[in-house]
């Protein structure tokens, strides 16, 4: 059984701060890595991909992959309340539909 | 780009009807369309596979007669909730993927049944 592990939270942040989201993943064969936003009762919308182990930034998002731990994770520098929702972690469970295996979501609020 | 839409948003309909859900990739060619279902404070949960013109892929606990999924084309997938029951309430969501990895979601339809 293919698993993804979030913690779910709340993470409260101020206003400003990081936001440090982290998610794990049992399978060592994945190869790709997501991360949704999805607020309250809203679908999912895509932040950010990474495929490769490092750290992969765009804007205020930054996405970290290590490949060795099976671990990923987002960061969100100067946050702001509107980022405030629940961030799930995706792992791609392979095959040639590219199935993605979702995390349970982590819930950030970030204060004002 | 990637825009994928849903129709209708919300449906209410009586005990033992049927509801068919549609999902439209708008801009670009879907190889292959999810269909997902999210219960209040509960993740997403996969319930099937579809790729045009190929019989949909359910997931373990689905039951593809009363979940069924036509892809007739590239940019439409349907997905019609037969005989539905009050435990079928729930938050439906398609996504479309478009020859890369990368899904992209629609806007879901919440769907309740009285």
């Known amino acids: 059984q293919k698993e993804v592990e979030q913690n779910s939270g709340p993470l409260s942040v101020p206003e400003g701060a990081i936001a440090s989201l982290n998610c794990t993943y049992s399978?060592?064969?994945?190869?790709?890595f997501f991360w949704y936003r999805q607020y309250s009762g809203k679908s999912p919308e895509l932040i950010m991909f990474?495929?490769?182990?490092g750290d992969k930034e765009d804007g205020r998002f930054t996405a970290q992959l290590n490949k060795a731990s099976q671990y990923v994770s987002l960061l969100i520098r100067d946050s702001q309340p509107s980022d405030s929702a629940t961030y799930l972690c995706a792992v791609n469970s392979g095959g040639s539909n590219y199935k993605l295996t979702f995390g349970k979501g982590t819930l950030l609020t970030v204060n004002p | 780009g990637a825009v994928v839409s849903q129709h209708p948003s919300r449906v209410i309909c009586k005990s033992g009807t049927s509801v068919k859900i549609e999902c439209r990739s708008l801009d670009f060619q879907a190889t292959t369309m999810f269909w997902y279902r999210q219960f209040p404070k509960q993740s997403l949960m996969l319930m099937a596979t579809?790729?045009?013109?190929?019989?949909?892929?359910?997931e373990q606990g689905v039951e593809k007669d009363k979940f069924l999924i036509n892809h007739a084309s590239l940019t439409l997938s349907t997905l019609t909730v037969t005989s539905a029951h009050p435990e079928d309430s729930s938050f439906y969501i398609c996504?479309?993927?478009?020859?890369?990895?990368?899904?992209?979601f629609g806007p879901g339809t919440r769907l309740l049944v009285l």
């Open positions: 990474i495929y490769s182990n």
């Open positions: 399978d060592r064969g994945s190869q790709s």
């Open positions: 579809s790729n045009e013109g190929s019989k949909a892929t359910y």
């Open positions: 996504s479309a993927r478009n020859g890369e990895e990368t899904q992209y």
